[in-house]
């Protein structure tokens, strides 16, 4: 059994087959889509973060209005940079996103991916210290964040305040029971993926990650999710640990997905680079008739080692053809695959 949920990348445009021509589009679709997909027992709404483009950005908003318009569907994020936050006042919106949903917050954190502009978190109003990268930037915000969710008091009450004071020290309001449980680090290499294991985060693996062996993309990456796992164990976590794969999967069963998806048939995967030169393979797409989909898939290692299923779509074309997409995969492959 696996959770399956979507992750939107939230991108809009003036490009003439897009059904989200503007932010506005953009952002009241992917409620109408959370709502339809949870209809279809769809598991998870995820969004991307991407800051200084057409994309998804500031995700709390969303999340609470998401959270307002359903029951039961787990709403999260894949993945927060953590080099543009603040990370007392995002407990605080976290906290709200979280109660207004009745629990079912599931953020993905990190460092953060290649951006549209250069070191755009200074122009958040932050800046590096001495003898630091971006990289111990974003890793020791997303500690902070981690930590401040706990729940414990550390700031000086007012002797005078405006309102009465609980005793002892304050925390950060309002605080979600659980949340902390419910945090992901989103690694894009096997060092990272067992640094999140001995913190004890939740483990999201994308699309991508550094090309550390040569093999192919789901065996490198199953292998990153079996070291999470031990560094876990070792560390003496007790809770049972997540963890979450992404993929682009499209079953052809009418015309329409033919025209779309057709020539991503075959597709293998891709070497690329990252910044700093770091060499980096890039996850095959899978589009094909439902009975080659179920062959191939079934090859994938990483998809068996994990336990969430995250979809990416094109949101740009629409709330309807993505519920078609997604409830394809619910009715002609998941059962096949043993993930239903």
């Given at each position: ?36 997909a ?53 407990v ?112 999201q ?41 992404s ?14 998806f ?11 680079v ?43 074309l ?8 997604l ?14």
């Amino acid at each position: 059994m696996k959770k399956i949920g979507f992750l939107s990348f939230g991108h809009w445009g003036s490009h003439p087959s897009y059904d989200t021509k503007t932010a506005s589009d953009t952002l009241l679709q992917s409620i109408d889509l959370a709502v339809a997909a949870e209809e279809i027992g769809v598991d998870g709404a995820y969004f991307r973060v991407h800051h200084f483009a057409n994309q998804l950005a500031s995700p709390f908003p969303l999340l609470a209005a998401i959270g307002a318009k359903t029951q039961k569907i787990e709403i999260g994020t894949g993945v927060i940079d953590m080099r543009y936050e603040n990370p007392f006042y995002m407990v605080e919106d976290a906290g709200a996103a979280d109660l207004i949903s009745e629990g079912r917050l599931q953020l993905g954190i990190s460092r953060g991916s290649p951006e549209q502009v250069i070191d755009g978190w200074k122009y958040f109003g932050y800046d590096l210290e001495e003898g630091q990268t971006d990289v111990d930037m974003g890793r020791l915000k997303g500690l902070e964040f981690f930590d401040l969710l706990r729940g414990e008091g550390f700031a000086q009450p007012n002797p005078n305040p405006m309102f009465p004071n609980p005793p002892g020290l304050l925390r950060i309001e309002p605080h979600s029971e659980g949340l902390r449980d419910r945090i992901w680090w989103g690694s894009a290499s096997d060092a990272t993926a067992v640094w999140a294991g001995e913190i004890g985060m939740n483990l999201q693996s994308s699309t991508l990650k550094f090309d550390e062996s040569g093999k192919p993309f789901h065996i490198q990456q199953a292998e990153q999710i079996r070291l999470y796992r031990e560094a876990y164990k070792k560390a003496g976590h007790t809770r049972e640990p997540r963890v979450s794969v992404s993929r682009s999967i499209f079953a052809i069963v009418n015309d329409q997905d033919r025209s779309y998806f057709g020539q991503e048939a075959n597709r293998t995967d891709q070497i690329g680079v990252l910044e700093g030169n770091q060499r980096a393979i890039f996850g095959r797409s899978y589009a094909a008739e439902p009975e080659q989909l179920i062959k191939e898939l079934a090859q994938d290692e990483a998809i068996q080692e994990a336990d969430t299923l995250l979809l990416t779509i094109p949101n740009t074309l629409g709330v309807d053809y993505n519920v078609h997409v997604l409830e394809s995969i619910l009715k002609y492959i998941a059962p096949e695959l043993g993930w239903r």
